[in-house]
């Protein structure tokens, strides 16, 4: 088992699939800049952890992730950090970790559900949120898990494509909604802690939402229902 540092810029020109192999405990750290010229990243079938150092890379693809760990965990760590990439989820593992609550510019739109991994680095912090960008979702289940202390926040629009019920399930890390949510769909909120949703503008998503546990109305909700 080792940890390798890539430390000079990754360009990516096409598709490509980058992959750590090893033991159980392998993990690349991409701790250049990931720069993007055409094409998008996947993650290799049979990777174990690839994680994403540098605050600054400003790669704004795909990164697909369909088994293997998927990890941000950017240097020094900001209040805010890259890259500004869409990922696609469709099996794996996702973590975003940092010291500090940390706004990532990143955007997350899975394909089947997904379990997002938020603590800190290392060190004694806790309490903090980890922020990412928008997020899209159909008929998936997001499910929140933190630790120490650790929430997760969406600061982009999140939008419900329907014409499922997307489901939120806050287990050991609360969900902030603080972006316009938006679409045709509707959700449905399970888990033990708390799911906020929150922002400043007037959300316009159209369907139902069935409330199974703790759910905070802090802005104006544009659902046909509430139940």
């Known amino acids: 088992d080792a940890s390798v540092n890539m430390n000079g810029t990754v360009t990516v020109t096409a598709d490509s699939a980058i992959t750590a192999n090893g033991g159980t405990n392998c993990v690349l750290n991409l701790v ?8 998008n990243i996947s993650l290799g079938a049979t990777s174990r952890v690839v994680a994403f150092r540098n605050p600054a890379s400003p790669f704004d693809g795909n990164i697909t992730v369909n088994s293997g760990t998927l990890r941000f965990s950017p240097t020094g760590s900001p209040a805010q950090s890259g890259p500004p990439a869409t990922v696609i989820y469709n099996g794996g593992t996702l973590q975003f970790l940092s010291d500090v ?5 990143t955007k997350l739109a899975p394909v089947s559900s997904v379990t997002v991994n938020v603590d800190r680095q290392g060190g004694s912090n806790m309490g903090n949120t980890i922020t990412l960008g928008g997020l899209t979702l ?3 289940r997001i499910t929140a898990n933190g630790g120490n202390g650790y ?3 969406f600061t982009g629009t999140t939008t419900l494509t329907g014409p499922g019920q997307a ?4 287990n050991t ?3 902030f909604l603080n972006g316009v949510v938006t679409g045709p769909g509707g959700f449905e909120k ?3 802690a708390t799911m906020t949703i929150g922002g400043s503008q007037s959300n316009n998503f159209t369907g139902g939402v069935l409330v199974n546990s703790l759910l905070l109305l802090n802005k104006t909700v544009g659902a046909t229902e509430i139940s």
């Open 32 to 39: 250049g800049q990931v720069v993007r010229v055409a094409g």
């Open 101 to 105: 609550s940390t706004t990532f510019t």
């Open 138 to 140: 159909n008929n998936q």
């Open 151 to 153: 929430n997760l926040a």
């Open 167 to 170: 489901q939120f399930q806050p």
């Open 173 to 175: 890390a609360q969900i």
């Open 190 to 192: 399970f888990g033990a």
